[in-house]
C-alpha cells in the first residue's frame, strides 16, 4: 500500500538554529512530493515540490528539501529557524499515474522557541 | 485574486442527519477536491471533481458524495452522519488539466462536529 510517514509527532527548535523535519514515503513507481504548512484555523498553504531532476528543491519562506530515492525520504530543512515557522507540516506524495489522489502524512507540529 | 471559500465555518449535527458543505474554487481553476482532516490526523482524499464529473475517489463510503456546478464551485453532500464523520473538511482547487503534479490551493475548511 502507499504510504507517507512522518515519525515525529513533534519538533522543538530554538530560534537561529536549523531544522529539519522528516518525511519517508513507501511507494511504487515515481511519485511526486510536496510539503504544505497549516496554520492554526488555516487552510494548507504549499510550500515546495518535487517533479524530477535537481534533488534539493527551494521553495517558500527559506525553506528546502532534498529528495533521496535510495532512502525513500524527502526531509524539509531551513538552515535558520524563525519564531514564525511554528506551525503543523504536512508531507504528501501523488502520482502520474493517479493524479486524482494525493496522500498525505500525519504531520509534524513544528515549535520554535524565542 | 480570491481564493478558496468554503462555507460554513462551523457548524453542529446530530448523529442521522445529513449535511451539506460548498466550497467557491480559486479563480481560474477548474478542479475541486475534497479532503477530510480529523483531529491530530493528516488529510483524507474524499474524491475530486474535474468538469463536473467525479475524478477520483478515496475510501469513503457512497453517503459521501459531491456535485460540481458550471462555475467550479462544488458541494460536499454528507447522509446519515456518524459521530466519526466530525472532522475539518478541507477544499481545494487546482488549474488546468488534472496532474499529480498540480499544485493545491486550500480553503480554511468546515469544521463539522456531529453530536
Known amino acids: 500500500a502507499q504510504s507517507v510517514a512522518q515519525p515525529e509527532d513533534q519538533v522543538n527548535v530554538a530560534e537561529g538554529n536549523p531544522l529539519t523535519v522528516k518525511c519517508t514515503y513507501s511507494?511504487?513507481?515515481?511519485?511526486?512530493l510536496f510539503w504544505y504548512v497549516q496554520y492554526p484555523n488555516r487552510g494548507l498553504q504549499f510550500l515546495l515540490k518535487?517533479?524530477?531532476?535537481?534533488?534539493l528543491v527551494k521553495g517558500s519562506y527559506g525553506f528546502e528539501a532534498e529528495f533521496n530515492k535510495s532512502q525513500t525520504s524527502f526531509h524539509l530543512k531551513k538552515p535558520s529557524a524563525l519564531v514564525s515557522d511554528s506551525a503543523l507540516y504536512f508531507c504528501?506524495?501523488?502520482?502520474?499515474?493517479?493524479?486524482?489522489?494525493?496522500?498525505f502524512g500525519s504531520g509534524t507540529r513544528l515549535s520554535i522557541r524565542p | 485574486e480570491t481564493g478558496v471559500t468554503q462555507s460554513p465555518t462551523h457548524l453542529i449535527k446530530t448523529r442521522g442527519q445529513q449535511v451539506t458543505l460548498r466550497c467557491s474554487s480559486q479563480?481560474?481553476?477548474?478542479?475541486v477536491s475534497w479532503y477530510q482532516q480529523a483531529l491530530g490526523q493528516g488529510p483524507q482524499f474524499i474524491f475530486q471533481?474535474?468538469?463536473?464529473?467525479?475524478?477520483g475517489r478515496g475510501n469513503f463510503p457512497p453517503r459521501f458524495s459531491g456535485l460540481q456546478f458550471p462555475n467550479y464551485s462544488s458541494e460536499l453532500n454528507v447522509n446519515a452522519l456518524e459521530l466519526d464523520d466530525s472532522a475539518l473538511y478541507l477544499c481545494?482547487?487546482?488549474?488546468?488539466?488534472?496532474?499529480?503534479?498540480?499544485?493545491?490551493?486550500f480553503g480554511a475548511g468546515s469544521r463539522l462536529t456531529v453530536l
Open positions: 518535487y517533479i524530477t531532476g535537481d534533488n
Open positions: 504528501a506524495v501523488s502520482f502520474y499515474s493517479s493524479a486524482s489522489k494525493i496522500i
Open positions: 481545494a482547487s487546482s488549474p488546468g488539466q488534472v496532474s499529480g503534479a498540480n499544485v493545491l490551493t
Open positions: 511507494v511504487s513507481g515515481n511519485p511526486y
Open positions: 471533481y474535474y468538469r463536473e464529473e467525479e475524478n
Open positions: 479563480s481560474g481553476h477548474n478542479t
